[in-house]
């Protein structure tokens, strides 16, 4: 009994001991810059869905990255965009969200620079958030991504010290998330930047989300890929069940989910003729499953019709796209 109290006050101080750098950072920018690749890339496994199509990401996923006297909470988070529809404001308003609450702020940027001269209307896409960045206490720095497209390499050190007088950022760095290029680099210097802190999570944990949103997920990437025209901007997925027989002799988890589209013109598009897309779609979420999960996947689609759900308050609140600040 005592060994028992002794391991447990062992853990217990473990878990309270203060490390050099803990904090939460948030990854900003518009579409497509590569803010999920960058996060999968970190994290050395895929937390964030990826698609070429613009406004993938729509809700905050962390990945709690843990070093030697450090824990980094990162928070990818929806592309910055102007629209009228409530999904998308409630997507921007869920990324000034999280920059406003994060101990640091990671502005990603896929700007390359044409000649050692920064244009004069460069504004990195991110004019709409320059009020909010201005107000924040929290330091700043930005990843220039996709660097390896960049053939003139000299051009980098001019372009970025304008960048850096331009916009303030506390430190500038030329990455490829895809490619890992300065990838270390960066994250030596978020850590540094960060405070001291007791860890926000327990040892171990790499991510808050759950495998019911990954499973949606993962099953909206496929829908995007495979998908055409306003189909992808105007769907969202659903988890109906989600049935976990790992335990058993025969392992299985039984997925039923629900394609959610907004005329009946896109669910005949998601179908296919006689059914050759929704098949094509659950066969590619199903075999991406199985290896996230390490089971077989039992993955049962259903697409359904609710009318103009991106403008609905109510049906956005039900799909999990819900915040105050979005009337």
């Known amino acids: 009994m005592a060994d028992l109290e002794q391991e447990n006050e ?8 203060q490390l050099k750098h803990v904090g939460t950072v948030a990854i900003i920018g518009v579409p497509n810059v590569g803010k999920s690749t960058l996060l999968n890339n970190i994290m050395g496994m895929k937390l964030s869905i990826t698609c070429k ?13 843990e070093r030697p006297g450090a824990q980094v909470v990162f928070i990818d988070t929806p592309g910055i965009h102007a629209s009228d529809k409530k999904l ?43 009020s909010h960045l201005a107000k924040l206490s ?16 000299r051009l980098l050190l001019p372009v970025m010290n304008a960048l850096a007088k331009r916009f303030n950022f506390k430190d500038i760095y030329p990455i490829s998330a895809l490619k890992s290029d300065g990838v270390e680099a960066l994250l030596e210097g978020i850590i540094a930047n960060l405070p001291a802190g007791y860890p926000l999570f327990a040892a171990g944990t790499y991510t808050d989300i759950t495998e019911r949103f990954l499973a949606a997920e993962i099953i909206r990437e496929k829908l995007m890929s495979h998908t055409q025209q306003e189909v992808p901007y105007s769907s969202a997925v659903t988890i109906d069940s989600f ?14 989910a629900s394609i959610i589209v907004e005329r009946d013109s896109q669910k005949a598009i998601v179908i296919g003729k006689g059914g050759s897309m929704i098949r094509a779609i659950g066969t590619a979420a199903r075999r991406e499953l199985e290896e996230m999960l390490e089971s077989r996947v039992y993955l049962d689609l259903m697409v359904k019709v609710a009318e103009k759900w991106t403008q609905d308050s109510s049906m956005l609140a039900r799909l999990g796209y819900f915040s105050p600040e979005v009337p």
């Open 10 to 17: 062992n853990a217990e101080s473990t878990a309270l001991k």
């Open 53 to 65: 199509k613009p406004q993938t990401t729509r809700n905050q996923v962390r990945g709690i990255l």
């Open 88 to 130: 998308n404001r409630y997507m921007v308003q869920n990324a000034v969200m999280a920059m406003e609450e994060a101990d640091l702020v990671l502005v990603l940027s896929d700007f390359l620079p044409k000649s050692a001269e920064l244009p004069p209307d460069c504004d990195l896409g991110i004019k709409p958030l320059l």
């Open 138 to 153: 929290s330091p700043v720095i930005l990843a220039l991504n996709k660097v390896d497209r960049l053939e003139d390499k």
């Open 243 to 256: 049935e976990d027989k790992r335990e058993q002799e025969k392992p299985l988890v039984h997925i039923a």
